[in-house]
């Protein structure tokens, strides 16, 4: 397995491992990052560059 | 507000309960399906706006602020949310008691909605082990969503 792969995998085992928190735990996690998520969406969104034209 | 008739019955649905079955996800609010007692007013979630006014919850936009969420309340809006929401399960939060819609519901409310973030929510309940791929199939031929089911499946699952 390269170091990749190694590290998606833990990655995989921490996401499965909060997937098994109790609902009110993960309800407290999404309500910590709710303030975060709010100002990122509030936040205007970059344009795109209009590829060139030949 | 059920116990004194503002509303007929509700679930929570959307993000919050999703999160019953999978990992945590970035969600700003809570979304509640609610039959309406008043179901003929202009205004069908009035009843509910002037219960939570009178009880202090304030309005947030859309929504009402209710403890540390702003709260959406959706009138079951088809007979696919209605059974949604009368075959919601019991669930318990810190000794409180919920109705929260079923994964397999949940799945098929949002392939009905169908944005991206809702195609998200089926691949997370699919992958949360918490509802089956031939489950959703079947709810989704019971509500005519046969086709759009064997799109997702195509673009999503195919192996």
Not at chain 1, 11 to 26: D, F, G, I, V, Y
Not at chain 2, 67 to 88: C, K, R
Request: hydrophobic share 45%.
């Amino acid at each position: 397995m390269t170091d990749l792969e190694q590290m998606l995998e833990r990655q995989a085992q921490w996401q499965k491992s909060r997937q098994s928190l109790t609902w009110p735990e993960k309800i407290r996690m999404a309500e910590q990052v709710r303030e975060s998520v709010r100002q990122l969406r509030a936040q205007p969104r970059p344009t795109i560059p209009e590829p060139p034209t030949r | 507000m059920q116990r004194v008739g503002v509303i007929l019955d509700y679930a929570l649905f959307g993000a919050t309960a999703q999160m019953r079955y999978t990992e945590p996800v970035a969600t700003l609010d809570a979304d509640v399906l609610v039959a309406v007692a008043s179901a003929d007013r202009l205004d069908v979630l009035g009843g509910i706006y002037e219960f939570c006014a009178a009880k202090g919850y304030r309005p947030e936009g859309e929504a009402i602020r209710v403890g540390a969420w702003p709260t959406q309340f959706v009138p079951a809006f088809s007979p696919l949310t209605q059974e949604a929401m009368e075959q919601a399960e019991t669930a318990d939060f810190e000794g409180v008691a919920f109705r929260v819609v079923r994964a397999d519901h949940l799945a098929v409310i949002a392939l009905s909605v169908g944005r991206a973030k809702d195609l998200t929510r089926i691949l997370a309940l699919l992958e949360s082990g918490s509802v089956s791929r031939d489950a959703i199939k079947s709810l989704a031929a019971r509500y005519d969503l046969a086709k759009a089911w064997q799109r997702f499946e195509w673009k999503f699952l195919n192996d």
